[in-house]
């Protein structure tokens, strides 16, 4: 698979807007429509939608999934936790791990089955079987069993840190990695299209008529470095979003999903009749050109990097021919890239 563009150099957000004097939802926005691209900031969102369109946004709160490790011999290791193993949902002792460098420039190869890595507080992990099964021989996530069983999130609160990049200038604390309206803790990296969001944004949507509705999607750990699929993730979708989504729909106005995560969730939801129920469970929905979207038909999201499967998402919402000369034009204005840089919504 080869890269759809090339980002120019400098081109990563090194730090959150806020310390750049720039304010949340100041950002910039590349609003992406058939008839052209223009720019503004993140706060012309409301003026961009219209009465009657529904913005839908991920009430997940990011967790601190970054814990220091220990292999044997005394190598120090990274370990990023996406969450509890799917095939074990809610099991205390069986954990989804990625192993990363400790200079965070890449994932670390050396996992293997049987490989004991420790981790604070006395917990063992041990790396049980590649996740998913690998297709090349070697496999990024691994499934991994803790000794003792620990419970996951209160582990994670006492001995983790944010999941950070080496495109950043420095750690940064977990509160710059939520959004305003997170409330469900879970997510191994930040559901990063909302941060913009300001609760004076928020009033300002609805003041115009557009309403605002919430699903859930614990995202795991998305890779900077690699082309791959999303793997499985945990989601719930309610009954009231459900309505207003199917409402939206037939009412001829736009759903606007807030993010990928979003996407996922609520094309998960959604039958091959157009109708959106509730549910909730674990999706391995994968989108692209062979499985467009069905409910959404709008999308606020960040920028990816030039190898993110997410951009294949985007195309299921917006087709190809729009994100490629969005992303051409996010390019050629300089903006920037990953979860504290600049924005799109595509409204095709």
Do not use: C
């Amino acid at each position: 698979m080869t890269a759809r563009f090339v980002l120019p150099p400098a081109s990563a957000a090194t730090e959150p807007p806020e310390v750049r004097g720039v304010a949340r939802d100041q950002v910039r926005l590349l609003v992406a429509r058939p008839s052209g691209v223009t720019h503004g900031r993140f706060a012309d969102l409301p003026a961009v939608l219209q009465p009657g369109d529904l913005v839908v946004v991920n009430t997940s709160a990011t967790v601190p999934a970054a814990l220091a490790g220990t292999l044997p011999g005394g190598d120090l290791v990274g370990v990023h936790v996406a969450g509890p193993d799917d095939v074990r949902d809610g099991a205390a002792g069986a954990w989804v791990v990625e192993l990363r460098r400790v200079d965070g420039s890449g994932p670390d190869r050396s996992g293997r089955p049987g490989l004991p890595v420790a981790l604070p507080g006395g917990v063992l992990l041990t790396l049980r079987a590649p996740y998913p099964a690998p297709t090349d021989g070697w496999s990024r996530l691994w499934r991994a069993a803790v000794e003792p069983a620990v419970p996951l999130l209160p582990y994670l609160r006492e001995h983790g840190k944010p999941v950070a990049y080496s495109y950043l200038a420095r750690p940064r604390s977990l509160a710059d990695y939520q959004t305003v309206y997170a409330t469900e803790p879970g997510s191994a990296e930040m559901a990063s299209a909302g941060r913009p969001f300001t609760t004076e944004l928020l009033v300002r949507l609805m003041a115009r008529g557009v309403a605002v509705a919430p699903i859930v999607l614990h995202a795991g750990l998305s890779s900077p470095e690699l082309f791959e699929p999303p793997t499985p993730e945990r989601f719930a979708v309610g009954e009231g979003t459900a309505r207003l989504v199917t409402g939206a729909r037939a009412g001829g106005h736009r759903v606007v999903a807030v993010g990928t995560t979003v996407v996922r969730a609520l094309e998960t939801a959604t039958g091959e009749d157009g109708v959106t129920r509730p549910a909730r469970g674990w999706t391995r929905l994968v989108l692209g050109e062979d499985r467009p979207a069905r409910a959404v038909t709008g999308l606020v999201t960040g920028l990816h990097a030039p190898e993110a499967s997410h951009l294949h998402l985007l195309d299921a919402v917006a087709g190809p021919a729009l994100v490629d000369a969005s992303y051409a034009a996010a390019v050629a204005g300089r903006y920037r890239w990953h979860e504290f840089g600049d924005s799109m919504v595509f409204l095709p």
